[in-house]
């Protein structure tokens, strides 16, 4: 049994749907040898990312960074797993008010250090709301999920 991994900064209903769309698209893969573990940021830990085989990160846009509670996550993890997870395949979705530049730029450093490995570009739902953008995040759920139980990550 293969593990995805989503942690998902949701401080608010639209970026609750933005994470809820990430996990029924995972769902939706009817992937049957893949479980999905669904974890809050601050909840997630170094144990959590070792059992992964492939994480989907998600993070709002805050002053043009990521949320400091997805960058409290990879203060705690990061040096515990940077040797054991070279290669882990990841996704990302930014719900940023602004461009999202910056948050992407962030994170694609601290994941860049880490040595994984994008599945596909960010999912970047900028800008005012758009009902699109959960088609987005179901989506790169069901890409990690199908890819997961199809051996490619």
């Not at 974890?39 to 998600?58: N, S």
């Not at 990521?66 to 993890?77: P, Q, V």
Request: hydrophobic content about 45%; charged content about 25%.
């Amino acid at each position: 049994m293969k593990r995805l991994l989503i942690v998902g900064h949701a401080p608010s209903p639209n970026t609750k749907r933005l994470r809820d769309a990430v996990v029924a698209g995972a769902q939706d893969a009817e992937a049957e040898a893949v479980e999905i573990v669904v974890k809050a940021p601050l909840e997630a830990g170094p144990q959590d990312v070792l059992a992964a085989d492939a994480i989907i990160l998600g993070t709002t846009e805050n002053l043009g960074y990521m949320s400091g509670a997805l960058k409290d996550f990879f203060d705690r993890t990061y040096y515990q797993v940077i040797e054991e997870k070279q290669g882990l395949a990841y996704g990302l979705y930014i719900r940023a008010g602004l461009d999202g530049t910056g948050t992407r730029r962030a994170v694609e450093s601290i994941v860049g250090g880490l040595g994984w490995k994008a599945i596909q570009d960010p999912v970047l739902c900028k800008g005012e709301w758009d009902e699109a953008f959960p088609d987005h995040c179901r989506e790169l759920g069901m890409l990690a999920a199908a890819g997961l139980d199809a051996g490619i990550y």
